[in-house]
């Protein structure tokens, strides 16, 4: 199915909190958005428009919106999860903090296997990888950064988020803020891809 209207998109990391999951899904219906990404859900609903990893930790949405194409064609792993949307793929992720560096290079290569597996459809990768780097705004780049960074640059993604010295925290905690959460696409898709 063509895509011929925009599609909105709503990334965001819920920390597992059921009032969190209630805004998003009532943002989602409020703001016509048509995919949600989802890291750190509350809980998944066993649905046809919602999908998840393996565990659990990171899942796609499809509203019910004007124009929303249909989910389909769902590949699974751990800490990301794809889903065919007509013409294009989307891949949401979430990485612990809490995972070695060993385990987010075996994760990278995982996810890696999942975006190059989704060509020649363009693919638009969202979700929260905890590593910083000051290619998508964060202060500072940290060695999940440089991770993160090879991991797209052997993909052939672009980022979309907006590197600047002012950039918008994705992160907000008590001991402090970041930009954490980031959006690639790969570059037939990149043009098109607005606001990220």
């Known amino acids: 199915m063509p895509i011929t209207a925009p599609l909105s998109f709503l990334q965001a990391n819920i920390n597992h909190c059921a009032c969190a999951q209630d805004l998003l899904l009532q943002s989602m219906a409020q703001w016509s958005i048509n995919i949600a990404v989802v890291a750190e859900p509350y809980f998944v609903w066993p649905r046809k428009d919602w999908v998840a990893d393996l ?38 992720v979430y990485f612990s903090p809490n995972r070695s560096l060993a385990e987010l290079h075996n994760s990278l290569a995982e996810l890696r296997a999942v975006v190059v597996g989704s ?7 969202l979700g ?29 993604l672009v980022v979309l988020n907006r590197g600047s010295v002012v950039s918008v925290p994705t992160c907000v905690r008590m001991r402090g803020e970041s930009v954490v959460d ?15």
């Open 182 to 196: 980031i959006s690639f696409a790969s570059p037939a898709l990149s043009p098109r891809a607005i606001g990220a």
């Open 55 to 92: 565990n659990g930790s990171v899942a796609i949405i499809s509203s019910a919106a004007a124009g929303t194409p249909t989910l389909e064609g769902v590949r699974r792993g751990q800490g990301c999860v794809a889903a065919r949307f007509g013409e294009f793929v989307v891949v949401g």
């Open 119 to 125: 060509y020649p459809l363009p693919v638009l990768v």
């Open 128 to 156: 929260d990888f905890n590593a910083k780097n000051l290619a998508w705004g964060s202060r500072r780049t940290d060695v999940r950064g440089r991770m993160v960074e090879d991991w797209a640059l052997e993909t052939g």
